[in-house]
């Protein structure tokens, strides 16, 4: 089963606006997050992570929250840009190891900027 | 600001066919990996590698999928004999060896098997 999913499948925004997309993990052992950005035709380019030890971690307009209680993650994108329309994942890893840390992905949020 | 990068960009291969997908992790990334997203689904893990040898793999990482290292620069996914559910994007990452490094993803071969 997934370890990792997204609450919604597409999020329209407007230009300008704060955006926050949501994740929910299930394995309470994982302890490491990422946020990731696909644009059509382009492999995931790293935004962000934050380690389980943290609650929030800020960027370049970005900001991660971890609620490791009831295990849900959130990436924040202030004052969003057209350039901000992507396919947004999260990431989860579960320590296994001897280099073990293959990533297990949610679905994917579709962010639509409207102008 | 480095890449990972991957060729081909796209890969038409029969059935039944030996493909090999290539990839040039980051210089000096230590960690190697493989994943594949099919249309419209999400990214899964097929692979990890370090230190020269397997560190972990999936369910869908079977027989018929091999990874090598065959150089200093490459990093390789083959599928012996592939099948047409193999059809997906296959993604190269890597990252650094310090601490909790992200991994770093190529663009992808998209891989077509008719």
């Known amino acids: 089963g997934e370890s990792v999913g997204l609450h919604l499948p597409t999020l329209s925004v407007q230009e300008g606006d704060n955006s926050i997309i949501n994740c929910a993990y299930s394995?309470?052992?994982?302890?490491?997050f990422i946020w990731y950005k696909q644009e059509s035709g382009k492999g995931p380019q790293f935004i962000i992570d934050?380690?389980?030890?943290?609650d929030k971690r800020q960027g370049q307009r970005v900001t991660v929250l971890l609620n490791k209680t009831v295990k849900h993650l959130s990436l924040q994108i202030a004052a969003t840009q057209p350039g901000d329309s992507a396919v947004y994942f999260c990431?989860?890893?579960?320590?296994?190891?001897?280099?073990?840390?293959?990533?297990?992905f949610g679905k994917g949020t579709h962010l639509i900027i409207q102008p | 600001e480095p890449e990972v990068t991957q060729t081909p960009s796209h890969q038409v291969t029969q059935m039944g066919q030996e493909v090999i997908l290539r990839c040039v992790p980051i210089?000096?990334?230590?960690?190697f990996y493989w994943y594949r997203q099919i249309l419209g689904q999400k990214v899964e893990f097929l692979v990890s590698?370090?230190?020269?040898?397997?560190?972990?793999k999936s369910e869908i990482f079977d027989d018929q999928f091999s990874v090598e290292r065959p150089d200093g620069s490459n990093f390789t996914l083959k599928i012996r004999s592939t099948k047409l559910e193999d059809s997906a994007m296959y993604f190269c990452?890597?990252?650094?060896?310090?601490?909790?490094?992200?991994?770093?993803f190529g663009d992808g071969t998209r891989l077509s098997i008719l």
């Open positions: 990452a890597s990252r650094g060896d310090r601490g909790n490094q992200p991994q770093h």
């Open positions: 990431a989860d890893r579960t320590p296994a190891g001897g280099g073990a840390d293959g990533l297990t």
């Open positions: 210089s000096n990334h230590l960690y």
């Open positions: 394995n309470s052992a994982s302890d490491y």
């Open positions: 590698f370090y230190n020269n040898e397997i560190s972990e």
């Open positions: 934050i380690r389980s030890n943290m």
